[in-house]
């Protein structure tokens, strides 16, 4: 159980470009997802947290205008990258809380999406 | 604001062998502690947590971890490395109500024959 998928795995863009990453919950319903990004070798950063059907609150530091989140349903987020610079290139995490769990105690991760502009 | 240094970037063993992961945080309030493993090409995932009561917490796969709050640590430890221990480890903290976890670097865990 709480299995949480991201697709696609890898992707690779050319600069200006936009990309679009999906979040799934697969055998649970989440009302909260959150987004990570990591560089090599540091720690995951979180980006935003994206609650189901209201707006992404989104970290210090972080452009709404460049990384639009969306969570349309309590299974599904969607991170887009707008305009893609070779920059913006990194791994991309999202994690997702059980709703019937109730607590913010755990999080369920997703395998990450591997991100490349050229 | 809070948080986690994991000291070593890479830690190997042998197999049997005690694993210490060494892990310090900083927080102003009283902090909930993580530390996640991760594997190759999957995701996070929970090997135990700390939020209140016993220090001394167990979690899955013979792995435990200790909260010392005079020492700002919560080092992981296994008594005997297995081979499929080898992974990445992560430790984080939460402080209060919040959602947000910080995480430290991790450390990736080698376990040799």
């Known amino acids: 159980g709480a299995v949480v998928s991201q697709h696609p795995s890898r992707v690779i863009c050319k600069s200006g470009t936009s990309v679009k990453i999906e979040c799934r919950s697969l055998d649970f319903q989440a009302t909260t997802m959150f987004w990570y990004r990591q560089f090599p070798k540091q720690s995951l950063m979180l980006m935003a947290t994206s609650n189901e059907g209201s707006k992404a609150t989104y970290e210090q530091g972080v452009e709404k205008d460049k990384f639009l989140i969306n969570h349309a349903s309590l299974t599904l987020s969607t991170l887009t990258v707008t305009s893609a610079h070779p920059e913006d290139s990194s791994f991309y995490i999202c994690?997702?809380?059980?709703?019937?769990?109730?607590?913010?105690?755990?999080?369920?991760f997703g395998p990450g999406t591997r991100l490349t502009v050229l | 604001a809070q948080s986690v240094t994991q000291l070593g970037s890479h830690v190997s063993v042998s197999e049997g062998a005690l694993v210490l992961l060494r892990c310090n945080y900083s927080s102003s309030v009283p902090p909930y502690l993580f530390w996640y493993v991760q594997y190759p090409n999957q995701g996070l995932q929970l090997l135990l947590k700390y939020t209140t009561g016993a220090t001394l917490v167990k979690g899955i796969n013979g792995f435990e971890a200790e909260f010392k709050k005079s020492e700002t640590s919560f080092h992981l430890t296994k008594p005997s490395a297995h081979m499929s221990d080898a992974a990445e480890y992560f430790c984080?903290?939460?402080?209060?109500?919040?959602?947000?976890?910080?995480f430290g670097t991790g450390t990736q865990l080698k376990v040799e024959l």
């Open positions: 994690s997702a809380r059980d709703r019937q769990r109730g607590t913010t105690d755990t999080q369920y």
């Open positions: 984080a903290v939460r402080t209060g109500g919040g959602n947000k976890l910080t």
